[in-house]
């Protein structure tokens, strides 16, 4: 199975700081015509997750502008140009090119300093 | 918009059968434009992805999990579900069901509900 890995797992961020995380992969994610299926998901304190960014770099509906992801291969970011309050919780990225079997990063909680 | 709703027992005794059903509104489960998920997260944990089923495919088990893993579709009540075996005190977690498109396979997730194996 593709193991993800992510970095950093704990990230203290000031209110209006940028964020930044990294997802790499242990085999390259890409397919196709060159996309890659790598997924974001933002898990907010008691609820579940959701997801932000698919594709490696395309942001859902409704998810705000600060949010925002590149990569390909088998390295991949995830930013958040300015944390704010509602943005605490768990990120995880995920993939699905070599599928079955889906599989996720561990998980970077995001915190406010 | 596609909506996902778990429902089942909180609390399973140890070696019982966990059952849980995830009820579809806004499409058709027969759609065939999605796969249809289960994953779990243990307390404090990641995410553990157990398995998916499609209305037209063959249902897929994580290898770790698939010895008592049913999944299936039920068309008429639109919804799928999840059956596992002689279940333990480490199957204990919040289960959630999924859909998601060929694409990117997890696109949106159900609210989540928390099963406890404990007598």
């Known amino acids: 199975d593709v193991v993800l890995t992510q970095s950093p797992l704990s990230l203290p961020v000031t209110l209006g700081q940028p964020a930044s995380i990294s997802c790499r992969s242990s085999q390259s994610l890409v397919y196709g015509a060159g996309d890659a299926s790598l997924s974001w998901f933002q898990q907010r304190p008691g609820q579940s997750p959701r997801r932000l960014i698919y594709?490696?770099?395309n942001r859902d509906s409704g998810v705000p502008d600060r949010f925002s992801g590149s990569g390909s291969g088998t390295d991949f970011t995830l930013k958040i140009s300015r944390v704010e309050a509602e943005d605490v919780g768990v990120y995880y990225c995920m993939q699905g090119t070599h599928w079955p079997p889906v599989t996720f990063g561990q998980g970077t909680r995001l915190e406010i300093k | 918009q596609v909506q996902l709703q778990e429902s089942g027992p909180g609390l399973v005794e140890p070696s019982q059968t966990l059952s849980l059903t995830c009820t579809v509104s806004?499409?058709?489960?027969?759609?065939?434009?999605?796969?249809w998920s289960w994953i779990r997260q243990h307390p404090g944990k990641g995410l553990e992805w157990i398995g998916h089923?499609?209305?037209?495919?063959?249902?897929y088990h994580n290898p770790s999990l698939a010895s008592r893993l049913t999944m299936s579709v039920d068309t008429s009540k639109n919804q799928f579900s999840l059956k596992l075996r002689s279940v333990t005190a480490a199957d204990t977690a919040v289960y959630y069901c999924?859909?998601?498109?060929?694409?990117?396979?997890?696109?949106?997730w159900g609210q989540g509900t928390l099963v406890t194996v404990s007598s």
């Open positions: 089923i499609s209305y037209s495919g063959s249902p």
């Open positions: 806004g499409d058709s489960v027969s759609t065939g434009a999605y796969y």
């Open positions: 594709k490696a770099s």
């Open positions: 999924a859909g998601g498109s060929d694409t990117s396979k997890i696109d949106f």
